[in-house]
């Protein structure tokens, strides 16, 4: 079958995407649909055309599935902040240890088993602590638009609230809309400030406080089982792993670009009496060689939690000629990770243990994974 644009087509959904896209085929030709689930029959109008695949719209829904349910956001579909309200929690989960071990197993050479269960978040709806709001003219309507990025393209969705968002930040969004920027093209970041932290206006922090506790469990269960004593706690931000994991070593070492950041992370450390640890202003990849030689490194484990684009050649090939008797890699971005994760055990000097999946972002694509790798002898 020769597709082209504006064609109306019936389809069966046998696989959601990476990303939330769900996977059909008309003669073996692969056919992206938003906004459905795995086993429902649909009908979509084709509006993008390439040699190896096709984006359609959903129009309707012909044979729906028995996990879809209705979203509560008012503009889902339209918001380009969320892609799975209308799956049931349950069945978001189940869609999440898919896609990552999939993903895993096709970039990373993972085997499936190495994937734990995704780990549910406490409150679905009504998480996130930080969002950015954008601002955009609408020329032909003559008003300026205060949202996110739409779903189908880049123009900005307004909104006057998020059902993903902690309630406080949609007082916030109020009090913009009440007092818009002077223009377009401005993005206003709203944010909780985590009860008991120092977090400079542009430093990161986790967004999901209802999930926090699991995440430090896991990273605090991976050091306890591998027996490391020191910890060198790479991107660290304001902070928060190296403290929060300071009981389970004997000392341990933050490093963070971010001056700003580690002025925080020593004010945090300080607040709570944390006197086995130290913060240093450096870039991961330069402080790393001469903190390798600090501690024996078969004493000790090298957290990482890179930005979205994972970390540095020179640091993962640091990595492997020093051998540090476990690296933990937290991240929000499967595919980079799998990616590092891959260099990693390259050769066999790394064995990945286990990867604990954690759903800190429900109702979106996205999932954040900690992974324990064991130095091998």
Known sequence: MSLKIGDQISLTIHDLAFGGEGVGRIDDFVVFVPFVITGETVEAQVTEVKKNFARAKLLRIITPSPERVAPECRYFTQCGGCQYQHVSYAEQLRV????????????????????????????????????????QWNGPAKKLEIGFIRADNNFVQDIEECKIAEPPLNEQITQVRANPPPRGGLKVVLRVQPEGWEVPKDSFFQNNFFLLPKLVETVKGFLKASGTRHLIDLYCGVGFFGIEAAGAVESFVGVEYDQMAIRAARQNAASRK??????????????????????????????LDPPRKGCWPSLLELLRTTRPAQVI??????????????????????????????????????VECVADLRRRN
């Not at 999939?102 to 085997?111: A, C, P, Q, T, V």
């Not at 086995?276 to 090298?302: I, M």
């Not at 390259?346 to 999946?357: I, K, M, N, T, Y």
């Open 329 to 366: 890699y937290v991240s929000c971005h499967p595919a980079t990770m799998a990616r590092d994760l891959n260099i990693l055990c390259a050769d066999g000097v790394f064995e990945l243990a286990c990867v604990q999946p954690l759903d800190m972002f429900p109702q979106t694509q996205h």
């Open 274 to 303: 944390i006197n086995n640890g130290e913060f240093v202003a450096a870039k991961s990849e330069d402080a790393l060689p001469a903190l390798l030689k600090q501690f024996p490194v078969d004493q000790t484990a090298v957290l």
């Open 96 to 135: 999440k240890h898919k896609q990552i071990s999939d993903l895993f197993e096709r970039l990373g050479k993972i085997s499936p088993e190495k994937v734990g269960p995704v780990l549910p978040c406490p409150a679905p709806y009504h998480y996130r602590n930080r969002i950015m709001i954008r601002s």
